[in-house]
């Protein structure tokens, strides 16, 4: 079963702008006269500029819209996509079933595991940390969090932890970790718990020599916003100075308990070996609660909602600051594009523009938000089909950037 929800951009409605234009006051005063003139010139320009600027292929009924639903309709793809331009919805669509046993379909307001989305929540939470001078890019882990077993770990960064060249492995790599992670039912032993096998992580190669993508730093790095912030936990310190000023009002760590129960949370589902899609919400590998390296909620609209709030400088309130979160730091693989680490996030130059994207993905979790700061584009893809986002992250990015 498949649903469809769209919403086109006010920008491209023509009715939409002449009702904005109707609406703007007519005054005798010559100031105010000016001042109405004026912003009826801007709104025609905000929708000529979004008539030349937006596609055909990522409009309702285009290329990219039928690209999706070939998916959904072959069962390659379930979940929400949402394209925003400038702050206006140009494409959302929804396809298949959040709940399949409890036939709860995908929409816009659906709540979505982000996986690894969330180490982009933790960078941003550090650099907010970073600005208010509580923590630096150049100091060593072990002046914030101590504890740790592998003799390299001293000479470890914060900037090392951002870019994955720390050479810490991965905790999820150890399967005492998952054995032991079945027993925990609390964020407490969550916490503390994952913590512990951090601190006996082994540092593969001299910190800043090459890149490895790591859970265990991103899991470093959000003890140390709890170390440092004065919030309570980590979870709080994203709850109040990530999720409430973007406006990310349904985003949150929910318990396991919660997402098996909500039905506004999409369950996860991944192929069994015969090639059928499986509920996997109870598997061995799901935590009582998420972690700063993976494992935050989200829906597509406050997904997009972050992005824009990094882009008009709302989380991380100076120019300057966003800069220094949001640009290219270390070169990273051999992609079609040019692709560089950031701090949590992957640069792109696929094009003539810049793109900024994180993407996450385990069994049944799939999801992707990238923006193009230089021209307001921002794209975010939702699933809970394993790896189903990657390929339609591919798509819009390849049509944004063929303009």
């Not at 000529?48 to 999706?68: H, M, N, V, W």
């Not at 998952?178 to 913590?195: A, K």
Request: glycine share 10%; with cysteine; charged share 20%.
């Amino acid at each position: 079963m498949n649903t469809t929800n769209d919403t086109t951009a006010a920008a491209l409605s023509r009715r939409s702008v002449l009702g904005m234009l109707g609406a703007v006051p007519v005054a005798t005063g010559s100031g105010i006269a000016l001042a109405g003139a004026a912003r009826a010139d801007e709104t025609a320009a905000t929708a000529a500029s979004a008539s030349a600027t937006i596609p055909r292929s990522l409009r309702p009924g285009g290329e990219f819209d039928q690209y999706l639903a070939d998916l959904a309709e072959k069962d390659e793809f379930a979940g929400t996509v949402l394209v925003r331009w400038r702050g206006h919805d140009v494409l959302s669509r929804s396809h298949g079933m959040a709940n399949k046993e409890k036939e709860i379909p995908h929409g816009p307001d659906i709540v979505y595991t982000l996986g690894s989305v969330t180490k982009a929540l933790t960078a941003i939470a550090i650099t907010q940390l970073v600005a208010q001078g509580k923590v630096a890019y150049h100091e060593k882990l072990s002046t914030y969090v101590d504890g740790f077993v592998d003799p390299l770990a001293k000479d470890v960064t914060v900037h090392h932890l951002l870019t994955h060249s720390s050479g810490f492995v991965n905790v999820h790599q150890n399967t005492g970790y998952w054995q032991e992670s079945r027993t925990w039912d609390s964020v407490e032993e969550v916490w503390e718990g994952t913590l512990k096998y951090v601190r006996q992580d082994d540092v593969t190669f001299p910190p800043g020599s090459s890149t490895e993508y790591s859970n265990t730093g991103f899991f470093a790095l959000g003890a140390i916003v709890a170390a440092t912030s004065g919030a309570d936990s980590y979870y709080d310190y994203v709850r109040e100075h990530v999720f409430e000023p973007a406006g990310m009002k349904d985003s949150d760590f929910y318990t396991l308990p919660e997402a098996r129960d909500d039905p506004r949370i999409a369950h996860p589902y991944h192929k069994d070996g015969n090639g059928d899609w499986v509920d996997v919400i109870y598997s061995d590998q799901q935590l009582f609660v998420g972690t700063p390296s993976g494992g935050s909620f989200s829906t597509p609209g406050d997904l997009a909602a972050f992005a824009e709030a990094v882009m008009d400088d709302t989380l991380l309130g100076e120019p300057a600051w966003t800069h220094v979160a949001t640009t290219p730091k270390l070169p990273l693989y051999s992609d079609p594009e040019i692709t560089f680490a950031g701090y949590g996030l992957t640069c792109r130059l696929p094009g003539d523009e810049w793109s900024l994207a994180k993407n996450g993905g385990t069994q049944g979790v799939s999801a992707n938000v990238e923006w193009f700061p230089e021209s307001g584009w921002v794209a975010v893809v939702l699933s809970n089909y394993t790896k189903a986002a990657e390929p339609v992250a591919d798509e819009i990015r390849r049509l944004i950037a063929a303009g």
